[in-house]
């Protein structure tokens, strides 16, 4: 088992910085949010490379800071319990598995952009190792358990022009890697 000790947030800062310098880049060139959006069902073919580069581009300010708080904060976390690598490991797994699950369930017109099935990967694999940490969601003034906080914005997600998609494929490897950590005993208790 894991103790409990200082971990490197350099990949977490790193991928903050990456999601906001291509985000002011996608605002000097918004075509490039076409190139590097993952596009739906078969037109995936065309452009593989987006099954990573999506996960970078963001749709709009409030797109982007939403997801990079939620990054932050889930990801401090997560990296202090199962360390760095870990970290990146179901960062990127995680967006890989809602943009499988994008690629396979949206309309074959939609474009995914966004850290949100890796965010929300994040957020899966905490619920399974602190399911009762007491988070704030801006409106409601009291914490509220992770796991009703996740459930929430997951239910979020089905609100129309959101790629609920992706945050289900996320939050799914994401419980998968939380339970397999906590089986396995990779986190601090």
């Not at 999506?54 to 889930?74: A, E, P, Q, R």
């Not at 289900?168 to 950590?181: H, K, Q, S, T, W």
Request: glycine residues 10%.
């Amino acid at each position: 088992m894991q103790t409990y000790r200082a971990h490197s947030l350099n990949a977490l800062w790193l991928l903050i910085f990456a999601n906001i310098a291509l985000f002011i880049v996608t605002l000097v060139e918004p075509n490039l949010r076409l190139l590097l959006g993952l596009p739906s069902g078969e037109a995936f073919l065309h452009q593989p490379w987006a099954i990573i580069t999506n996960l970078f581009v963001h749709g709009s300010l409030w797109h982007i800071l939403f997801n990079m708080v939620s990054l932050y904060f889930l990801g401090s976390f997560l990296i202090r319990l199962i360390g760095e690598k870990n970290f990146l490991i179901v960062f990127f797994l995680g967006g890989l598995a809602g943009n499988v699950f994008f690629i396979l369930l949206a309309p074959s017109y939609a474009l995914g952009i966004g850290a949100s099935g890796a965010v929300f990967a994040l957020g899966g694999a905490l619920v399974m190792i602190a399911p009762r940490l007491p988070v704030i969601i801006i409106p409601i003034p009291i914490p509220v358990p992770l796991w009703v906080a996740i459930a929430i914005f997951l239910l979020i997600s089905f609100l129309p022009n959101i790629a609920w998609q992706a945050h289900l494929g996320g939050v799914l490897l994401g419980l998968m890697a939380g339970y397999y950590f906590r089986r396995k005993g990779i986190y601090a208790r």
